[in-house]
């Protein structure tokens, strides 16, 4: 299979149209949203929605997200609609924020992986928007990437992993928040399943108190079931090793250029990811400085870029952890997922390699 990539830029319409054909006619099609590049099919057809596992080399034990281009689209995915939807609805849609509750019949068990609940968002980026309005169907999507890889922030990236495995590829350049959505689940007590650019507090501001899922800093347990995308153990991962280092930036810089020069020693090829406010710390050493701390929506604007580019070409990545606040949370939870949670506390380290 030859696969055309078409510049949303200079051929919107076109590309839109042809995507949209595609779509209808059972095939695949990589689109831009806001977030990251999804991987999308026909929604309402489980054979369509099966070729995206095929493409992906994916388990179909992981759920899908519907995306959609009309609010109202909604009540015929869902049961019902619940009243505590509507505010949220308002308030971030268009937008980064994946909202889950019980499915309706029309919602096939390839999008669920089984489950009777159903996960729906409606993407802010023009392309998409226009793309699923041409379809005239919900598009079911994950990230755009082979299964286990960084999601693909770019058309190269998408390029790289299906190149062959499917028809089309919208560019719709790069990608605005760089990590996947907010992922809530409304069944219960509302729940934020995995991380993103809409935070629990801007949530909490919205309807009330929200719940943290466990597993969003920790894997899954036995008998927990994966209820969102993003969830499984592994995930995110480049071709290096990845290990998160954790603690204050003055322990965590001497950590890492510890670390950073013991490998070294061994024969491997090592990039310590660092932040703004200890890059200059690592004078000497290989470092790409990938946001600042303080404002971590920029280290998630560069996440997955910045694993796909360096872990194609050295063998370990010693990343910063950073605090859990706001954006830091959805930043934390793709990084520790990327490692396999293997994670370094740089206090310990510090102190037992008494290091100065």
């Not at 755009?144 to 499917?166: C, F, Q, W, Y």
């Not at 480049?238 to 998160?244: K, R, T």
């Amino acid at each position: 299979m030859k696969t055309q990539v078409i510049s949303a830029s200079r051929q919107e319409e076109a590309g839109t149209t042809l995507g949209a054909n595609l779509i209808r006619s059972g095939e695949l099609v990589a689109f831009p949203t806001e977030t990251v590049y999804g991987l999308g099919a026909n929604g309402l057809d489980g054979e369509a929605v099966n070729r995206i596992f095929e493409a992906k080399g994916r388990p179909n034990d992981n759920p899908l997200i519907l995306h959609i281009a009309k609010k109202s689209e909604l009540k015929k995915l869902w049961s019902h609609v619940p009243d505590r939807a509507y505010p949220l609805i308002e308030t971030f849609w268009p937008g980064p924020l994946t909202l889950i509750f019980h499915k309706a019949d029309a919602v096939p068990y390839e999008v669920t992986a089984g489950l009777e609940t159903v996960a729906v968002r409606m993407p802010s980026d023009k392309t998409a928007q226009s793309l699923i309005r041409k379809a005239g169907v919900p598009i079911a999507a994950p990230s755009a990437n082979r299964s286990g890889k960084p999601s693909p922030t770019t058309a190269e990236h998408v390029l790289e992993d299906m190149d062959g495995r499917i028809p089309l590829i919208l560019d719709g350049g790069e990608c605005k928040y760089g990590v996947e959505s907010t992922v809530l689940s409304l069944v219960g007590e509302p729940t934020i399943l995995r991380p993103g650019a809409v935070t629990k507090e801007m949530l909490e501001a919205v309807i009330g108190p929200v719940r943290l899922a466990g597993s969003i800093l920790r894997p899954l347990m036995d008998r927990e079931v994966a209820a969102s995308p993003g969830m499984k153990y592994k995930h995110y991962a480049p071709d290096a090793q990845v290990i998160v280092i954790d603690g204050t930036p003055e322990q965590t810089a001497k950590c890492a250029l510890s670390m950073y020069y013991d490998y070294m020693e061994q024969g491997k090829t090592v990039e310590i990811l660092s932040t703004k406010q200890t890059h200059m710390r690592y004078r000497g050493a290989s470092a790409t400085m990938i946001g600042d701390r303080e404002q971590p929506e920029t280290m998630c604007q560069n996440l997955f870029r910045s694993l796909r580019d360096i872990g194609s070409h050295c063998d370990v990545i010693l990343a910063e952890g950073i605090p859990t606040d706001e954006e830091g949370l959805a930043y934390m939870n793709r990084l520790l997922r990327s490692a396999g949670f293997e994670r370094v506390d740089a206090e310990a380290y510090v102190r037992k390699n008494q290091i100065n």
